[in-house]
């Protein structure tokens, strides 16, 4: 909730001592923030270091008598467009760091030229204005920020304000074209799906989902193939992974068993050597 | 100076036939362009239909004649509105006819002796597998001629002056390709009958140039190319305007000068001569009539349809004069020594132009004599051109008159009617050239055409020294063709041509007895003649010359004189039983070689013109190589370059771009903060 | 203490998200580097409305909250779709913006 704020400025058209103690607590921050952006190997660094400018920032403007601006900056810039930029970046592939190592011939030097020379043009220009003493805002937001800035808003820049909206829907809409990919082949549906099925059964295909393996009352495992209702094993049951690893049980061994148990003898009579033969597969794998 | 009545400045509009006067062009042009149009299918009929246009026009300019004769001298200045013509802005130009006693006077030669030729050609061409094609471009030049003669304004009459230049290119390279039945043509002079064609054209290029300068200054000067206002307008024309004074005279000098160099060009004048021989590669009634009789003297007919400008500016007279004077002399020492019969009487046309501009340089006392002894000239030497066809149709095509010789036997007709047009260019008394030369020379040596006492004397005395020459070498050319033993090549087995080619060579011939006798000037008599009277209009009025400088008879007889010993020592050398005339050309002198060499304008040409040319042009290329591409190249390789450089940083690294981006904002921000402080 | 204070730590942070662009190859950290830049400017924007004592910085910084919503949005949904086709979310991978002729 946006109460009225009192008078920030003084009669000399300086800030406050708090708001001074609030600036040069976040000033340093912001300043080395934005070193981290331009510094940091990792985007998602940088985008933090972004992201404590910009809620930085949104401080500075409460303190600015721009309270509106402030909770915008909060919500625009770091809550959408930062996020954004998060989201494309986990897109792109968030730990694709970024060498610091420049490829341009002599782009360093420019860049840095360029960077200083800015700084220096423009403090100069910042320098040499000869500044009128500071108005402040408290006549103008009146009654609150928000309403004043809404009555200039929707006065005076209400056709701006319809342009800025066409301008909007216009991007959203461009990033939906550019985005957009052409499909290529047809969607494939549960129906096509299923007659393309139906049509691979006569080169063996099963229509049916392949069966779970390891049904036997005794030695429930997945390496040991199903029997179909006709008694025999089911091949296609075991995953193939395991067979491909060569740990697929014998399934003509249990089926062994099975008759030694239908004979009246014991199932496990040879027990022991296929204890040993498994401990010598298992050793096998680990090597 | 006379002073001038400028009765020309006030045309009529038509009436009557005049008033038809565009069917004059009409009929022959509309016969070219069925003729070449309907292509083979006309082979059958094409020269009925091509002898029965001029013949037409013919009939129609002596019924305007008719016409003119009957009205008020002050009124025979007759104009024909044809409708817009050029529209563009300040230049708004209407196409009009004007007939007036100049042009009728050229349409009736041009249209007479041009039907004669036509018939002429008939017979000439008859074994021509392109005859019709042949006659579809005399036509055209009659149409062409005609527009010439009977424009009312400079640009019109440059349409007709390109036209005739067309005609004579197409007519010279007419056997540009092998024949071989009726004129054989073999290969090698199929191409030096191209070259000459092209060298004609070209060289009328020249003189064309003179004339649109000629015309763009008279626009700039007084904003109109017309020769009159028309008839009912308060328009004035360029003659109008010079004679209200509107012209300095170094304006109209240099005008008359670039006209001067238009008429040189297509008159075969000094120093644009060269093409006239070579012209001679065309069919010989095209050298009758194109390169004789008509289209040669259109240089001459500029001049004194000019008359209003040239009266302005003496100078250009006396350069007129000048050149006049030179190409007399110069074509008459060239014909001294032409074994060719065709060249010969080239040179011969050339010399006599000559006269012509030399009488048209005197000024008002010489228009009308001028244009007499065109006339004059255009019945004699079209009659021995057609005779020269009539021998060479004989001598199976052999021009080279040493081959020639004792063909008076065999071709009487022929021999007759050369022998009139001989005696009326050499100015035998009684005939054509005795009046119409003599009355040249008389001008030349009349003191009030000339501002220099001097003048008269040096003119004068060219005049009748060329007189003497063409005695000479027309003598020489008559002699040894017709006189002395036969020479003639074996096989050759000579006869007289058909009635055809005969009869209007006939007509011709009657035309040189007494053409002038009838219209002429009397050597005794300030009167003009009638075709002088007939012409004043035209050419501003009546204008006698002051008494020469010589009196009349001394002039007259002191030419008889010179004629009839030059005629003696031809007869010595060419025509007496005694006279041995080598079947091949003797070594001959170095003023003989010179001359069989046309005096080496050609040389001259090839050296000034051609050779640089070629070098200037080499240069042009070399430099539009080097310099215009090289630009372009350059600027091409630059880009290329610029784009190789941007091309580095596109390593397509978005972290390089961004890190040009921030620095970039860097270097932004500096130069701000800079700027503020 | 002065507000110049909040915009020189505002410069700090922009400048140091602007090297994370510059030097992070991963495309994600990269994209969080232009997120704090936003965040600094907003934070600058915020300081700003209260210098001049109006609301309309807060309200530009609003603004920008939304539209980096829209654009995270979208730039993350391109780098899932390069990441989808490349394997790779690394942006130097994604390099074909360059001359061939020359490969660099």
């Not at chain 1, 049951?237 to 009246?264: C, F, H, M, P, T």
């Amino acid at each position: 909730m946006i109460t009225t704020i009192a008078a920030t400025l003084t009669d000399a058209g300086e800030a406050s001592t708090g708001e001074a103690v609030l600036f040069w607590v976040f000033a340093p921050v912001m300043v080395l923030a934005s070193m981290g952006l331009l510094l940091a190997r990792k985007a998602v660094h940088a985008a933090l270091s972004v992201i404590t400018v910009m809620i930085c920032l949104a401080f500075l403007y409460v303190a600015q008598d721009a309270p509106f601006l402030g909770v915008v900056q909060v919500v625009v810039y770091t809550g959408a467009i930062m996020m954004l930029f998060l989201f494309v970046l986990m897109l792109v592939g968030v730990d694709a760091s970024d060498s610091l190592v420049e490829t341009i011939k002599g782009q360093r030097w420019v860049a840095v030229l360029g960077g200083m020379g800015l700084l220096v043009v423009l403090a100069g220009v910042v320098m040499t204005v000869a500044p009128s003493t500071p108005t402040g805002l408290d006549g103008a937001n009146t009654p609150t920020n928000p309403e004043a800035l809404a009555v200039v808003i929707f006065g005076s820049y209400a056709f701006a304000l319809e342009v800025v909206g066409a301008l909007l829907v216009t991007a959203a809409l461009g990033a939906l074209v550019l985005t957009h990919r052409e499909r290529l082949v047809p969607k494939r549906d549960q129906k096509t799906r299923m007659q393309a099925r139906v049509q691979a059964l006569g080169d063996g295909a099963l229509l049916t989902p392949l069966a779970a393996p390891g049904v036997y009352a005794r030695h429930n495992a997945m390496d040991v193939p199903a029997l179909g209702p006709d008694g025999e094993p089911l091949e296609l049951s075991v995953n193939r992974v395991l067979k491909v690893r060569g740990q697929e049980a014998d399934a003509a061994e249990y089926a062994a068993r099975i008759d030694r148990v239908l004979a009246g003898g014991w199932a496990d009579d040879e027990l022991p050597a296929i204890e040993a033969a498994k401990d010598a597969t298992s050793e096998e794998a680990d090597q | 100076m006379t002073t001038l009545t400028l009765s020309a400045a006030h045309t009529v509009e038509a009436t009557g036939a005049a008033s038809a006067a565009l069917w004059l062009i009409l009929l022959p042009a509309g016969s070219a362009a069925l003729l070449l149009l309907l292509g083979r299918r006309a082979d059958r009929w094409g020269h009925l239909l091509g002898v029965a246009a001029p013949v037409a026009s013919c009939v129609l300019g002596l019924a305007i004649a008719v016409q003119l004769l009957g009205t008020d001298a002050s009124e025979r200045l007759h104009h024909v509105d044809i409708g817009s013509w050029v529209d563009a802005g300040a230049l708004n130009l209407r196409a009009g006819l004007l007939v007036d006693p100049l042009s009728v006077t050229f349409v009736l030669l041009i249209t007479f002796v041009g039907s004669l030729i036509h018939v002429y050609s008939v017979a000439y061409m008859s074994h021509d597998i392109n005859r019709r094609r042949f006659f579809a471009y005399l036509n055209l030049f009659v149409a062409a001629m005609l527009t010439l003669v009977l424009a009312d304004s400079f640009l019109l009459l440059f349409f007709g002056w390109e036209g005739v230049g067309l005609a004579s290119y197409l007519l010279i390279g007419f056997w540009n390709h092998e024949v071989d039945r009726g004129h054989k043509v073999s290969g090698a002079q199929a191409m030096d009958n191209s070259v000459a064609s092209k060298k004609a054209f070209v060289a009328n290029r020249v003189g064309d140039l003179g004339m649109i300068i000629a015309m763009g200054l008279l626009f700039a000067q007084l904003g109109t190319v017309s020769f009159h206002g028309r008839p009912g307008t308060d328009e004035a024309g360029v003659f109008d305007l010079v004679a209200d004074g509107r012209l300095t005279v170094a304006m109209a000098t240099g005008i008359g000068l670039m006209l001067l160099l238009a008429a040189c060009g297509k008159s075969a004048q000094f120093p644009l001569q060269s093409w006239l021989g070579d012209a001679m590669a065309g069919p010989t009634p095209v050298s009758a009539l194109i390169h004789a009789a008509t289209m040669v003297t259109a240089g001459v007919y500029l001049v004194v349809r000019s008359q209003p400008l040239f009266d302005t500016a003496p100078n250009a007279r006396l350069v007129v004069a000048i050149v006049g004077a030179v190409t007399l002399l110069y074509g008459a020492i060239v014909g001294c020594a032409k074994d060719d019969i065709k060249k010969a009487l080239a040179a011969s046309t050339m010399s006599q132009i000559g006269y012509m501009m030399l009488a048209a340089g005197l000024g008002p006392v010489g228009y009308a004599i001028a244009i007499v002894h065109l006339v004059g000239h255009g019945f004699f030497k079209a009659g021995m051109f057609l005779g020269a066809g009539s021998v060479m149709h004989a001598m199976n095509d052999e021009v080279d008159m040493r081959k020639f010789g004792g063909l008076a036997r065999r071709m009487l007709l022929t021999y007759i009617t050369f022998g009139m047009g001989w005696l009326a260019i050499i100015g035998f008394p009684g005939l054509t050239g005795f009046f119409t030369k003599d009355s040249i020379i008389e001008a030349a040596f009349s003191s009030n055409a000339y501002e220099q006492a001097w003048q008269p004397w040096v003119f004068g005395t060219v005049a009748m020294l060329g007189a003497a020459l063409t005695a000479f070498y027309m003598s020489r050319l008559f002699f040894m063709t017709f006189e002395g033993p036969a020479r003639w090549e074996p096989g050759v087995h000579p006869h007289e041509s058909p009635r055809l080619m005969t009869w209007p060579m006939v007509v011709l011939a009657a035309g040189s007895l007494f053409f002038g006798v009838v219209f002429g000037k009397m050597p005794w008599s300030h009167w003009q003649g009638r075709l002088g009277d007939w012409l004043a209009p035209s050419v501003g009025g009546h204008h006698e010359h002051a008494d020469p400088v010589l009196a009349w008879p001394i002039i007259t007889f002191g030419t008889l004189v010179l004629v009839a010993a030059a005629l003696w020592l031809s007869w010595q050398k060419f025509g007496a039983r005694s006279a041995q005339v080598p079947r091949t050309a003797p070594p001959g002198s170095l003023v003989t070689v010179a001359a069989r060499n046309d005096l080496y304008q050609d040389h001259v040409n090839h050296g000034l013109l051609v050779i640089p040319g070629t070098y200037a042009t080499r240069a042009l290329v070399f430099t539009d190589g080097a310099v215009v591409d090289g630009a372009v190249r350059t600027v091409a390789r630059s880009a290329v370059a610029v784009g190789d450089l941007a091309r580095r940083p596109q390593t397509g690294f978005v972290r390089q771009y961004a890190a040009m981006m921030a620095l970039g904002v860097v270097v932004l921000i500096i130069i701000v903060l800079a700027v503020q402080i | 203490m002065s507000l110049m204070n909040y915009l020189v730590l505002s410069t700090v942070l922009f400048s140091v998200g602007a090297t994370t662009v510059l030097v992070r190859r991963n495309a994600i950290i990269a994209f969080m580097g232009i997120e704090m830049m936003l965040n600094a400017t907003n934070l600058a924007l915020v300081t700003f409305a209260r210098i001049n004592g109006n609301l309309h910085g807060q309200v530009l910084a609003f603004f920008v909250m939304v539209v980096a919503a829209a654009e995270v949005v979208v730039g993350l949904a391109i780098i899932v779709a390069i990441y989808r086709t490349r394997r790779s979310a690394s942006i130097d991978d994604v390099n074909l913006l360059k001359d061939v002729r020359d490969p660099a």
